[in-house]
């Protein structure tokens, strides 16, 4: 077990910067998740911790030691591959006991972590299958069984549930969590899934180009998200935004307005331009939106498309008077006229339908329009909220 | 090749009942169905080279089963029967020590190629650096110099003393020792070794080197440990390519050694053996040639089912 530390690791190639100046500092017996679209960086990140890329600038230390450019054997990692990279030419135990065998344990030792690893991932009675004669988890679950044996300082996980199908990587999932608890070592997972990083991690590195964008716990990510990457990135469906500007006591969008005033907040004077950040359930239909004290006023909409989910139904809303759908829609752009909401499936609603809408004020993120920077989580004024709910300022995260 | 000609005529015509002519008729019917066309040329295709490549290691039999001096009017049977004469090559020449000489050099070189090659091929198939091609390139560029061109040079170095060389070897000069062989044949053949693990080593999936190192073994240690393995039919189709060559090779086998099988002269010589100033014992080095072919056969016969996949799929899945 042992703290994984970052010191603006910078990994450069030829013409991209595929890490730019990370900052990391991961405690003991942490799960922290690596997520980000595709070609962010976080592969390479966790590949400068493993030591198969030194980085170009920056250095990596594993517990007290720094081990920026010591070669991956030497570090006290042991990693899980996206490709699950079992050796072929090699059955089950020779696959789980490899590393203790490179370097030279006892037979009796190897047998016996090799049994202790079998058994907590359930692979008994596998021992000389070859890895071709197995399914998808069970080739997984014997890469997770190496990675065990060696009783590492640091667990590295590369996408692992990447090429197992939806239900197995569910269940592997829960199995991971167990593993986690159960042997409490520190495990850095790399994963591209938002909800795969939402259900495990003690805390989300949300990394974007290659730039650390928020490291916190799920929930604060979700709640409190530090930009508009990370407020866009967390949550499915994603965040609708909407570009407005400030007016004195108001924000202005385009076919919309929400009252706030922006004396209130540091950074926001009347003629900026904001994006006003909502998620689809904090959007409600007028006559469903008893209880929500910090209620926007109404805004007309018309019901678009209708995506019944079973416990939940999407619905996307045109507002504004120009209710032909757009084509940038389809394309999956965000447009300001365009809201994404979400409902009981037991609500009547139909599609073409013209409906009013509020916003939960409480529930508003607002960023900067030109660096995305979050300016102010919940649009609760000081002086017009009568009591409870404080403020949440960017900051005051715990 | 004739009768296969009539078979298939008789087959048309009486499939065929018009008046058109039997050519005509075997054409329209190869079209109608074309195994009737491919099948004979097939076997006529096989025939052909099954006798010219069979046909002249039957003669060579035939000639060392002919007694000595009797070489006259040997077709199809020998003028005589003389088996003995896979006997007396051992006795007239100590033709085993010739063989053993071929076997340490063609071995020893494959070793040397091999360890080379795959270091090499492992640079060339999986790290990434400036000016790969060209250095590749430039590799490969040995193996289209005729061999002749390197010869005079290098006998001529060959026959040079070297006093350093002296406490390893008799007279400091590396003429009539096998390293003479070794050092050409393992340059002659490295390129085709390089190329063809370069090809495998590139098509280990990086996940299985990465795994590798980072379950404990270094570059190296990866390199034996799961890349060789995993190339298994590559390692082979170099290995056996270079054995077979080096074997057979006659150039520097010819030039680099006086003959004398107490100084490393190869098979080659032994054959050659035989022909002496006054008298050519042609049966004797018909056999010794039978002999001294054996031992490739039979490697080839083990070796082909890898040689084979070696050569055609060189594709691994992960």
Redesign the interface.
Known sequence: MARVTLDGVTKRYEDVTAVDDMNLDIGDGEFVTFVGPSGCGKSTTMETI???TIPTEGEIYIGDREVTKL???DRG???V?????????MDVYDNIS??LR??NYEKSEIDRRVEEAAEIVQLGGMMDRMPEEMSGGQRQRVAIA?ALV?EPDVF?MDEPLANLDAKLRVHMRTELQRLHRRLDTTIIYVTHDQAEAMTMSDRIAVINAGKLQQIAPPLTCYNEPANQFVAGFIGSPSMNFVEAEVAGGRLEAENFHVEFDPSTTDGIAPGDRVVLGVRPEDIYLERTAEGIEYATELINARTDVLEPMGNEVFVYLVTGNDTETSMDVAAGEASDDQLLMNVDPDTQIEAEEDVSVILDRSRIHLFDAETGDALRHGLIDVASAESGTPERGVGDSD | MATETETTQTQAERDQSDDSGPFQRWVSGSISEPGRAYRPMFWLVTVFFLVTTLFPFYWLFMVALTPEGQLQNVVFTPNGFNPGVFIEIFQILPFHRYMFNSFVIATVTTAFVLVVASLAGYVFGRLRFPGKNPLMLLVLLVSFFPPAAFFIPLNDLFNTNFDILEPVLSNGSLYNTPYALVIPMSALFMPLAIFILTTFYSQI?D??E?????????RL?ALF??II??SAPGVATAGVLTFIGVYNEFFFSFLMTDGQPQNWAPVLQGILGFQGQYQTLYNAMAAASIVAVLPMAILVVVAQEKIVSGLTAGGLK?
């Open positions: 493993a030591g198969l070669p991956p054997k990692i042991a990693m591959f996206q490709n699950i990279a079992l050796f072929p030419h490899f590393g490179i370097r190496r060696r590295l | 999936p996940g299985l990465d795994a590798a190192r980072v379950e404990g073994t270094t240690g440990r799961v393995p995993l992960e």
